[in-house]
């Protein structure tokens, strides 16, 4: 095991974790207002899919695109297609109270469909040949400053990755700060505890709970965003990966106790064990396929260790999962 | 309480809860609901394509069942639909969000493929089905019964362990297929005894897939009587509705759950072993290709009514084969089957509103529908 391989390593597992870190953060703040939302796989192929087609009808339209303008049309078009899939999420889980976890499934299975039928056909639909392909926005967003710092094993570990892996730190401490320390999110947290105290209490449950999920989702989408703009270089590939992707996204909720900041911790460990097998020399195909099995055992393990502790604080929002009805009591 | 609602208006809409309604209502409902979808749908084939739907809804019946073979295809696939939504049902009617059936899928099916791959010849076809049957029944069994114990004794979230039990079982997949590979270098376990049909289903009355409709609509009747007739069954019901009452009644819940799930996952595995034996003879990651999250609608859609799942089975699978049809004939790909199966589901699940609640225009009589 080479030091260059520790630093493969270590990179790998940061922009994997920031995958499912944007996942995790946004399905924090829609768990707290209570709805458990198995979408999440969905919206992030809903934020991948739309940033992509979004950067790519700007670039297959101008020949010398302006990488601003590249970089804005993807990063709103990825953040409001995944929050209107929240919206859809919303209105039947909230305003029609339909099941929370059949409605989420639902819209897992919907925005796969979405994704891979636009990802697989948008070019063709174009009139282009092959692979859709977004070179210059891809680019923005894998954009680094390690070249201009010069300052070797520092560099590669901690300046050689683009924004949006910075933004995922940003995005989980201030959703830390907005959870604990104001009064909206406090506010939000009683509608995830307790809707009817909350709504006694004059908060607006409806509102707030609508706001979560979109919001959430739509963060959780740039995930989805993350990985077809960095992760797979501006490109589609119809293997299936966001899709479990998403789903340890949502383990990730639950391995971080609900709390943002465990989730960057969180998901830096989730991308180190699944990479894990590129470190372990003289590995057959087969044994990779049992290693990459590890974020699973993990989860399943924290999953049963919580539950063994049952501690207080750990648990997750006590209305997590159900409809709130202000005239069912 | 009308008193005080004098000094503010009325709010334009009000929802109360129904306290009942009549069958052929919540039918009607259902049916406004499900051709509201097509027609959205419809929309969006339409901006895709520029297509005339009705043009589009003719060809996807001609995908479905345009030829023999085809409406061969869409029966086998609607029963391997309808098996896992009876194996789901027991375990979502006592509220334990199975969301796992995935993996039990996949684990039957590589137990099956590995009986077929290194005992076809060596044991009668005959003997070998039934001998995989049991295996895949007991490796589902074993996937489900591991987060149903957790579960029963320490409350362990059961929708994530079986979530996360799913993958478990993709990467064994993964593992077998680079173990079993044929021909080496093609990432594919290649159709298993493709000359000698060994482990294959016999073909009865002249169809290969006889066999899969034969034991999938035992299950379903059986599931049905198991859920309505039997004691089990109804401790199943009791524990679903409310585990306290179950307790105070004497119902052994950890029991139940154990058994109910280990009863779940068993059938699920026994798709895994239709799946391989009965239709794809290989096994892949996409043996289950997503039909476990699917199912999981099924069964939740009919209320766990299995005669009323293989309705909703047969039209997903339907508007699936249809999908693929229009995919092929118009230069699209078949993700749009699930699009259109998305945007079903969403109509379906939307009406369960108005099946349960009344809207009240302001003005409107309070009486109503009592």
């Avoid at chain 1, 990825?78 to 819209?107: D, E, H, K, P």
């Avoid at chain 1, 948008?122 to 201009?148: C, D, E, K, P």
């Avoid at chain 1, 959870?179 to 406090?186: E, F, P």
Wanted: glycine share 10%.
């Amino acid at each position: 095991m080479t030091s260059a391989q520790i630093i493969q390593l270590l990179q790998s597992a940061i922009q994997f974790g920031t995958v499912i870190m944007f996942g995790a953060i946004g399905e924090i703040l829609t768990e707290k207002s209570g709805n458990l939302n198995l979408g999440v796989p969905g919206i992030m192929y809903l934020g991948g899919i739309a940033g992509l087609a979004a950067s790519f009808f700007y670039e297959f339209n101008n020949p010398d695109p302006n990488k601003l303008i590249c970089l804005l049309l993807s990063f709103l078009a990825a953040f409001l297609a995944s929050a209107l899939g929240g919206l859809v999420y919303s209105f039947l889980t909230i305003t029609l109270r339909a099941n929370q976890n059949v409605t989420g499934l639902t819209l897992t299975i919907f925005g796969g469909g979405v994704a891979n039928f636009f990802g697989g056909g948008l070019n063709t639909m174009a009139g282009g040949v092959g692979q859709i392909s977004v070179a210059t926005t891809s680019a923005v967003y894998r954009a680094n400053i390690n070249n201009l710092t010069n300052l070797g094993t520092v560099g590669s570990l901690f300046f050689s990755y683009g924004f949006m892996v910075y933004l995922a730190i940003i995005a989980a401490v201030v959703m830390h700060f907005f959870l604990n320390r104001t009064r909206k999110g406090l506010n939000l947290r009683a509608v995830g505890e307790n809707p009817a105290t909350a709504d006694a209490a004059g908060i607006n449950v409806t509102r707030y709970k609508y706001l979560a999920t979109c919001i959430g989702a739509g963060i959780s989408g740039l995930g989805g965003l993350y990985y077809t703009m960095d992760y797979i270089k501006g490109t589609w590939a119809n293997d299936g990966t966001i899709e479990s992707l998403g789903w340890l996204a949502v383990a990730l909720v639950i391995f971080a106790t609900w709390r943002s900041v465990n989730a960057i911790w969180g998901s830096y460990l989730f991308g180190l064990l699944f990479w894990v097998y590129l470190v372990i020399p003289n590995l057959g195909r087969k044994d990779i396929e049992l290693y990459k099995m590890l974020p699973y055992l993990v989860t399943i393990a924290v999953l049963i260790f919580i539950s063994l502790r049952k501690k207080q604080e750990n648990q997750p929002p006590a209305s997590l999962g159900l409809a709130y009805f202000r005239e069912e009591r | 309480m009308n008193t005080v609602m004098q000094h503010t208006k009325d709010p334009l809409l009000r929802i109360a809860k129904r306290d009942g309604i009549a069958r052929p209502w919540a039918y009607t409902i259902r049916i406004i609901a499900v051709l509201l979808s097509l027609v959205v749908s419809g929309v969006f084939i339409f901006a895709v394509t520029k297509l005339n739907p009705l043009q589009v809804y003719e060809a996807m019946f001609d995908g479905a069942f345009g030829t023999s073979r085809r409406s061969w295809v869409t029966i086998r696939d609607a029963m391997m639909l309808l098996c896992i939504g009876v194996g789901l049902a027991p375990a979502f009617k006592m509220k334990f969000w199975n969301i796992g059936a995935e993996g039990q899928i996949l684990v039957g099916g590589i137990v099956t493929a590995g009986f077929m791959r290194f005992f076809g010849g060596s044991i009668s076809t005959p003997a070998l089905l039934v001998i995989m049957a049991v295996m895949s029944l007991l490796a589902g069994c074993v996937w489900g019964v591991i987060p149903a114990t957790f579960k029963a004794f320490w409350n362990t979230n059961e929708t994530l362990f079986t979530l996360m039990m799913n993958y478990v079982a993709i990467q064994i997949t993964s593992y077998c297929v680079a173990l079993w590979e044929n021909p080496v270098g093609s990432n594919t376990v290649g159709v298993i005894n493709q000359q000698t049909k060994y482990g294959w289903f016999p073909s009865i009355f002249g169809q290969a897939n006889t066999l899969n409709v034969i034991l999938v609509m035992l299950l379903t009747v059986g599931m049905f009587l198991y859920l309505k007739y039997s004691k089990q069954g109804y401790e199943i019901t009791v524990v679903g509705d409310s585990v306290n009452t179950a307790r105070y009644a004497g119902i052994n819940v950890k029991k139940v759950t154990i058994r109910t799930m280990a009863i779940s996952g068993a059938i699920c595995g026994l798709a895994g072993f239709i799946a391989v034996a009965g239709a794809s003879h290989t096994i892949s990651t996409s043996t289950a290709g997503g039909r476990g999250f699917t199912a999981i609608i099924v069964a939740w859609l009919a209320q766990f009514n299995t005669f009323v799942m293989i309705l909703i089975s047969f039209l997903l699978v339907f508007l699936q084969k249809g999908a693929i049809q229009i995919a092929s004939q118009f230069n699209l790909n078949d993700y749009a089957s699930n699009i259109i199966t998305g945007i079903i589901l969403f109509f379906i699940l939307g009406s369960e509103f108005f099946i349960n609640y009344r809207v009240i225009l302001r003005g409107g009589k309070e009486a109503d529908g009592k």
